[in-house]
């Protein structure tokens, strides 16, 4: 289990251009369905990125009806850290780091 500044030195990797100071961290059960719902609406997104295996993989755009993938209700494997980043009207409002335990 890795600690909270190595949590907060992979979120910076998971997203370089990020310039700010909130970090946030929840931990969640293995069995917990997740909504990766992530594309722009009134000025709001979610930008989403899983970190397994040592390697990242962002979440692309998804949830419109032009999009193909769709990433609602995915449960993940125990070892997946989530990267979420939020902006909300604009406005940067931070990342969450979510572990997964059993």
Same mark, same amino acid.
């Given at each position: 289990?890795?600690?909270? @500044?190595? &949590? +907060? #030195? &992979?979120?910076? @990797?998971?997203?370089?251009?990020? @310039?700010?100071? +909130?970090? *946030?961290? @929840?931990? %969640?059960?293995?069995? =917990?369905?997740? /909504?990766? !719902?992530?594309?722009? #609406? %009134?000025?709001?997104? %979610?930008? *989403? $990125?899983? *970190?397994? /295996?040592? %390697?990242?993989?962002? $979440?692309?755009? /998804?949830?419109?009806? *032009? #999009? +193909?993938?769709?990433?609602?209700?995915?449960? &993940?494997?125990? #070892? !997946?850290?989530?990267? /979420?980043?939020? $902006?909300?009207?604009?406005?940067?409002?931070?990342? =969450? $780091? =979510?572990?997964? =335990? +059993?």
């Amino acid at each position: 289990m890795l600690n909270q @500044k190595e &949590l +907060k #030195d &992979l979120a910076k @990797k998971a997203f370089p251009n990020y @310039k700010g100071r +909130k970090f *946030y961290f @929840k931990t %969640e059960p293995q069995s =917990t369905s997740f /909504n990766l !719902t992530s594309y722009w #609406d %009134e000025g709001s997104r %979610e930008y *989403y $990125v899983m *970190y397994q /295996n040592s %390697e990242f993989s962002p $979440v692309p755009q /998804n949830g419109t009806p *032009y #999009d +193909k993938a769709e990433y609602r209700d995915s449960v &993940l494997p125990i #070892d !997946t850290i989530i990267f /979420n980043r939020t $902006v909300f009207q604009g406005r940067e409002c931070g990342i =969450t $780091v =979510t572990t997964l =335990t +059993k």
